[in-house]
C-alpha cells in the first residue's frame, strides 16, 4: 500500500511538473511575455569580465571539427558545426556545455580560425533559440551565457557589420530583461546565487540594463546572506565552487567600478571572505583539494583568486563554520572535512582527508561524477568513494561530531570523533586521530570503533584512495606499502591491520573521463574481534628518505 501511495505521489509530482512546464512554454513563446523583453537596443559593452579560467585547445580544436565528448556523450557534425543544436540531445551536460557558451573561452586560443568558428556557432544559436526555448532560456543557462558573452565579446563583435552587431547585442539585452524576471526560478540555492551574479554582470556591461543589473544585486544580497557562512564558506562545502563563486563576486565588482561607481559593502565583505576561503583549498601544485563534489580546477583561475586575496588577511588552518582543518609541516598538507553530512543527501565525506607532499597529491577522494551517468554520480557520493570509514552493511549512520586539535614542537595532532547510530547500538562512536610530525616526513593516524558488537563492526573498512600519479607496490613481506611519488619522493605505507589490501579505484577529481588508479584499504575483518574487541587500527605515512 505504501509503495502504491508513494507511486501514485510521485505520478502526480510529474503530471503537475509536466503541466507547468507546457503553460511556461506556451507563456514564453506568447507575444505578449515577448513585448515585455522589448527595451532599448545597446550598441557596445562597457566593459569585459576576465575569465580567468584556461582554455583547452585541444577541445578547441574538437570544437572546431564538430566533433564533441563530453563524460558518456558523443556528437559528431562531420564539420558542418551549424548543424550542432540540432543534434545535440535537449538534456544532459554536453547540452549544458553548449547552451552556456563556455566554449568560446576554448576557442579563443584558436585565433582568426576559432572566430569564425564562434561566430558560425552563435549565429546558428540564434536561428534556433533567438526568441525563446525552455531548454535554451533555463535561467541558470542564460546567466552563464551571458556572462561568457560579455567576457568574449570581441571575438563576436570586432569587424563585423552593423546589422550582425545588432542583432547580437539586441538579444543579449533580451536575454538580460529575461533573466531579471526569471533568476530567482533557478533550481537550486547555488544556481540561484550564479544566476543573480551573472544578472548584475550583463547588466552593468550592457548600457540600458541597470535596472536588470539592480534586479540581480537584490537577489545575490539575499541569496549571500542565505548561503554563505560567517567564514566565507559557501553552504555547499564544494572547493570548486567557492572558487567559481569568488571569481563572479570579483567579476561584478569590477563591472561596477568600470561604470564609476563603488561596490556596495556587502559585495566587498563578501568577496573578502569568499576569496580567503577559496584559497584555503589550494594545494602546492596549484589546484583545488577534492572535497564534496569538487575538482582539482584550474589553476590558473585558482592563481587569480590567490592575487586577490587581501594581503593583510590572517590565513588560518581551521574554518571553523565548513567544517574543515588544515595540517601543514615542510613540504606536507593535509586537509580533512569535519562538516556534518548527516542532513546531506549529496556526498557523505565527514571524515574523508587529501594528504600531499609538495606538487606530489598521495590520498585523495574520487571526486563528482557528475558529467558521467547517473549511476557514477550515485556512486561518487557514497562514503566508499572517500578516503574515509565506511561500512559494507546499511544498518549503520552516523550522527554528532566532535574535533579538537593540538600542536606543540613534535608536530601536529588532530582527533575527530563521531557518534554511531542504529537500533541495537548504544554509547558506539568513531575516533579518527590524525598527527602530523614536525618536518611533514610522517602522517600517523588511528582510527577506533567502540560499543560495536562483532557483526557490526567487522563490516568496517578504512580507505585511502591514492591518486592516479602515484606508483603503489605492495612489499615483499606484505605488511607495508610501497609508493613511489612523480616528484621521485619514496613513502611507505604501514598498518597494524594483518591484512593490508591494494585495491583498484577511479580517480574522477580531474573533471575528465575517470581515471583509474589504487586504494588502500584496511578491514576491520581482518582483526580477531571475538578475542580482541572491536580493532583500534593504527597506520602511518612514512617518507624513506626520513625512515
Known amino acids: 500500500m505504501a509503495s502504491a501511495s508513494k507511486r501514485r505521489e510521485s505520478g502526480s509530482r510529474k503530471g503537475a511538473t509536466y503541466i507547468l512546464r507546457r503553460v511556461q512554454r506556451a507563456w514564453g513563446e506568447s507575444p505578449f511575455y515577448q513585448a515585455q523583453l522589448r527595451g532599448p537596443a545597446p550598441d557596445r559593452l562597457l566593459s569585459q569580465p576576465n575569465d580567468p579560467f584556461t582554455p583547452d585547445k585541444d577541445l578547441a580544436l574538437s570544437i572546431a571539427r564538430g566533433r564533441l565528448v563530453l563524460g558518456s556523450e558523443a556528437i559528431d557534425c562531420e564539420d558542418d558545426i551549424a548543424r550542432i543544436w540540432d543534434m545535440v540531445e535537449k538534456d544532459g551536460p554536453l547540452h549544458a556545455f553548449l547552451q552556456e557558451f563556455s566554449w568560446l573561452r576554448h576557442l579563443s586560443v584558436m585565433g582568426d580560425e576559432g572566430r569564425t568558428v564562434a561566430r558560425q556557432l552563435t549565429l546558428s544559436w540564434l536561428d534556433h533559440y533567438e526568441k525563446w526555448s525552455p531548454e535554451a532560456w533555463n535561467p541558470y543557462c542564460v546567466s552563464e551565457r551571458l556572462v561568457h558573452l560579455c567576457a568574449y565579446h570581441p571575438m563576436l563583435l570586432s569587424n563585423v557589420d552593423a546589422l550582425w552587431r545588432s542583432r547580437l547585442l539586441t538579444s543579449m539585452a533580451r536575454q538580460t530583461r529575461h533573466l531579471a524576471r526569471t533568476a530567482h526560478r533557478a533550481d537550486t540555492g547555488f544556481d540561484r546565487l550564479m544566476t543573480a551574479l551573472g544578472l548584475s554582470i550583463a547588466g552593468y556591461c550592457l548600457p540600458g540594463c541597470e535596472g536588470a543589473a539592480e534586479r540581480g544585486l537584490e537577489i545575490v544580497r539575499r541569496e549571500l546572506r542565505l548561503q554563505i557562512r560567517p567564514d566565507g564558506g559557501h553552504m555547499s562545502r564544494n572547493p570548486s565552487r567557492q572558487l567559481k563563486l569568488s571569481i563572479r563576486l570579483q567579476m561584478i565588482s569590477k563591472a561596477i567600478e568600470a561604470r564609476g561607481f563603488s561596490p556596495p559593502g556587502f559585495l566587498r565583505h563578501a568577496a573578502a571572505r569568499t576569496t580567503a576561503m577559496a584559497s584555503f583549498f589550494r594545494c602546492a601544485d596549484g589546484r583545488l583539494a ?111 561530531i566532535s574535533h579538537r586539535r593540538a600542536e606543540d614542537n613534535k608536530g601536529q595532532l588532530l582527533e575527530f570523533e563521531r557518534q554511531l547510530l542504529s537500533p541495537q547500538l548504544i554509547e558506539a562512536r568513531y575516533v579518527r586521530r590524525l598527527f602530523l610530525a614536525a618536518g611533514g616526513s610522517n602522517l600517523r593516524g588511528e582510527e577506533i570503533l567502540t560499543g560495536l558488537p562483532y557483526e557490526v563492526a567487522a563490516a568496517a573498512s578504512w580507505r585511502f584512495h591514492l591518486h592516479p600519479c602515484i606508483r603503489a607496490s605492495l612489499a615483499r613481506d606484505r605488511r607495508s606499502i610501497l609508493l613511489l611519488l612523480p616528484n621521485k619522493e619514496g613513502w611507505r605505507f604501514k598498518s597494524s591491520c594483518p591484512v593490508l589490501g591494494l585495491e583498484k579505484t577511479v580517480y574522477c577529481g580531474e573533471g575528465n573521463s575517470p581515471v583509474a588508479s589504487e586504494q588502500i584499504v584496511l578491514a576491520a575483518s581482518a582483526f580477531d574481534q571475538k578475542a580482541d574487541g572491536p580493532p583500534a587500527v593504527k597506520w602511518a605515512f612514512q617518507r624513506l628518505d626520513a625512515v
Open 290 to 400: 577534492v572535497f564534496n563534489g569538487g575538482y582539482e580546477d584550474d589553476g590558473r583561475a585558482v592563481l587569480s583568486v590567490q592575487k586577490a586575496l587581501d594581503p593583510e588577511s590572517v590565513s588560518t588552518d581551521f574554518a571553523r563554520h565548513s567544517g574543515y582543518h588544515k595540517l601543514t609541516a615542510g613540504r606536507a598538507l593535509v586537509l580533512v572535512d569535519t562538516g556534518d553530512d548527516a542532513a546531506s543527501s549529496a556526498f557523505k565525506s565527514t571524515g574523508s582527508l587529501h594528504f600531499s607532499s609538495g606538487r606530489s597529491r598521495i590520498v585523495v577522494n574520487c571526486g563528482n561524477g557528475g558529467h558521467r551517468a547517473s549511476e557514477w554520480h550515485n556512486a561518487l557520493e557514497q562514503r566508499a568513494a572517500h578516503s574515509a570509514l565506511s561500512f559494507l552493511s546499511a544498518g549503520v549512520t552516523f550522527g554528532q
